[in-house]
């Protein structure tokens, strides 16, 4: 209560529903918890926490909602929250990466960094996925690597020191907010790769930006290298299971035309059927075999 400071949370969450997150908030927090409107003041001493379907942007001293292309397959997403409030407040931002899967806020990470904002990691063995925090501290080097439980402390000690450095906010448009035409000079940039968004199948193209290599195809998805990865890998899963698919079913209509054949007598054409079915069995079992080294748990839920 009075803190000087703004709170901005993005957590991932389903599109389609509604956040709970500021009401579980309000029931512990010192501050006010809200779903932000778009174009709304930041005000001290408030929490606003992204709405699902939103990218949460920091525009100079207004919030900014916008439904633009996903970023790591998420929106709301990290990477633009970290990267616009970096360029809108420059050295009093202060970045906190915490439990997560994959490596949305990374690139982030390193913009606020830049920008000469304080960064901040929960300690990966303290965390239930420890994914996005790792790649955080491994690739940019993070200020401050915390257990949870010392962040809320060192936030307090953060926010109550006054700010050495002026900054000059400046206008600026984020890659959630660009018009064809914008990103199409965006995409001049980088060069085509050979990958597709695994979202819309346009191309992507290679950008590098704060030292890291990431995609975005020309409406505007965006991809880290470890997530367009491991969209490929569901691309990949799906594809295998559609074959699958495919497969057994092609293997139950042989084991009715071999029975019909032999009713028939019908010898060599059994044979060919049971040639087929064998090769049919064979297949499935190696695509089974597939899918199931692809099935390891992820090792935060493993005894």
Request: proline share 7%.
């Given at each position: ?110 913009v ?13 063995e ?9 790649n ?25 020191e006054?700010?050495s ?22 995409e ?9 968004c ?13 030292g ?92």
């Amino acid at each position: 209560s009075g803190s000087p400071a703004t709170v901005l949370v993005v957590l991932h969450f389903p599109e389609n529903t509604a956040s709970v997150l500021p009401a579980i908030l309000n029931r512990r927090a010192k501050m006010f918890a809200k779903n932000p409107l778009d174009n709304a003041p930041l005000e001290p001493g408030q929490i606003y926490v992204a709405r699902p379907g939103y990218h949460l942007l920091v525009k100079r001293d207004r919030i900014r909602l916008v439904a633009g292309p996903r970023e790591n397959s998420n929106r709301p997403a990290i990477d633009p929250l970290f990267r616009t409030a970096a360029r809108s407040r420059g050295p009093s931002v202060v970045s906190v990466i915490l439990s997560g899967m994959l490596d949305d806020g990374t690139l982030g990470t390193a913009v606020v960094r830049r920008h000469g904002g304080i960064t901040i990691a929960q300690d990966p063995e303290s965390a239930m996925f420890p994914d996005m925090p790792r790649n955080a501290i491994q690739n940019v080097g993070v200020h401050h690597v915390l257990p949870l439980e010392e962040i809320a402390p060192k936030l307090i000690q953060l926010v109550s020191e006054p700010s050495s450095v002026d900054w000059e906010a400046y206008d600026f448009i984020d890659a959630t907010e660009m018009d064809l035409n914008e990103l199409h000079a965006m995409e001049r940039q980088g060069r085509p790769s050979q990958y597709v968004c695994p979202e819309c199948k346009g191309t992507l193209f290679e950008l590098e930006e704060e030292g890291f290599a990431h995609f975005r195809c020309h409406v505007g998805h965006a991809y880290s290298v470890e997530t367009l990865a491991a969209k490929q890998a569901e691309g990949l899963e799906a594809a295998l299971w559609t074959a699958l698919r495919s497969i057994e079913e092609n293997n139950l209509l042989l084991h009715r035309m071999i029975a019909r054949s032999e009713q028939r007598s019908l010898s060599i054409t059994v044979a060919n059927y049971k040639a087929k079915l064998a090769e049919g069995v064979q297949k499935a079992r190696i695509i089974r075999e597939a899918l199931e080294v692809g099935s390891e748990p992820h090792e935060a839920i493993r005894e």
